[in-house]
Structure formats: C-alpha cells, structure tokens
C-alpha cells in the first residue's frame, strides 16, 4: 500500500486532531457580537429614558408650587374721591393667569384681590369660578363699582402726597383656591397667596380718574399650601 495515500487520507493535521477552522471561529465569535448589540440596545433605551425624565422635569405635572402664576396687565381707577378720612374709587382690574403645565388643566374654584395702599386695605374683589388649561393663560376682569372706605389719617396724607406727583403706587394681594388635574376623581387641592408689588396709577389733572403706567405687573408667591 501506499504510504503517502494513506498519510493524506487523515483528516485535520499530523498529529491525527482535527485542524481548526474558520467556522469555529465564528462560533466563538458569534455570542461576542451577541453582546455587543444588547450592550448597544441597553445605551440607547437608557438614553431615551434619560430624555423622557429631562422632558419631564422640564415641564412637570402640575404641583401647588409650581403651578399659580399671575399678572396684572391693567388696573382702571374712576371715581376717585379722597378725603381727610375715606377714600371713594371704582376699580377695574385686569388679571392674566397661567398654568405652565403640559399635562393638567387647573380648575380655579375660590379667587380673591385686595387692593391696598401700604399696608391698608381699601377694598376687595372676588372673581367667580374659571378653568385654565394646559399650557396656556386666562384672563380676567374684576370691577368694584364706587365704595367708600375709612381709611388712617396718616395713610391719607401720604397718599396725597404721592397724589400730589401725579401717581400713587398701591399694591395687590391674591388668593387663590384650586384643584389641579383633569380626572375629577384624582385632583388634588391647592391654596395659594401673591403679592403685586408697585402698581404705579397715574391720574389725570380732574384726579378722578387713573391708571396703571408701564408694563403689566408679575405677582410674587408668598405662599403655596
């Protein structure tokens, strides 16, 4: 027989192992790209859960805090009548609110303006019940119509001095009852108080008449519970 025939009809190498392949190697490297694409899958799903918290944060489901927004774009003032010891007025306020959330509506059910110079308070106005939407502004209008009210002598001079410049600054506080959310069963109750600081009222040479000089007013929270 012969010999070389015999040797070559061995299959692998010399040594009687079989020789290694490339379909070996790609067996082994089969599960090494296995990892990487679920290595690969994990990032990205990470990724868009880290955008989807970032969206989130940025515009929150509305919450007591971050919620109440108001502005004062206008006050009217008419009628207006001091003296030693009162002071007559009609007053007609103009008010935006915003709800910065993307996802609740806020249903405001109880809203109350003070109008006070100083410290005093002159009189109050009550707005009835209104609804503002997600991401959007609601305006409002509240109207007194000529009341007298006794006033501090000492608050009267001042205020006559100021009226003396042709303008008085008076200030408004704010409350506001609310419930946030659009499913009736699950809204949550909030309270809120503002404060609008420096409504400068200009009043023409009769001094009957006034109103607001410069850009509307953004209130300041006080207090959220």
Known sequence: MDK????????????GFPASS??????????????????AFLFFLGMAAFVFLFLIHKSPRATGKNIASFRVDSIL?????????EITASWDI???????STADSVFYQTFYTWIQYKQER???????????????????NGKLVAKSVQVDEKVM???????????????????????IGNEEAKRIWWAAE???NDLKIGFSSKD?????????VECVLTRTW
Do not use: H
């Open 208 to 216: 009957s008449e006034g109103k607001l000089i410069g850009e509307p």
């Open 122 to 140: 002159l009189t109050n106005v009550s707005i009835g019940e209104f609804q503002v939407r997600e991401n959007n502004w609601k305006s409002l």
């Open 157 to 179: 001079k001042d205020m006559a001095a100021e009226m003396a410049n042709g303008s008085v600054n008076f200030n408004i506080s704010l409350y506001a009852g609310y419930w």
């Open 22 to 39: 490339s379909n070996g190697r790609k067996l082994i490297k089969k599960p090494i790209y296995l990892c990487y694409i679920a290595l």
């Open 194 to 196: 503002a404060y609008c």
């Open 77 to 85: 003032v008419s009628r207006f009548k001091p003296s030693s010891s």
């Open 4 to 15: 070389s025939v015999s040797e070559s009809s061995q299959p692998g190498g010399g040594n």
């Open 94 to 100: 103009r008010l935006s609110v915003r709800n910065p």
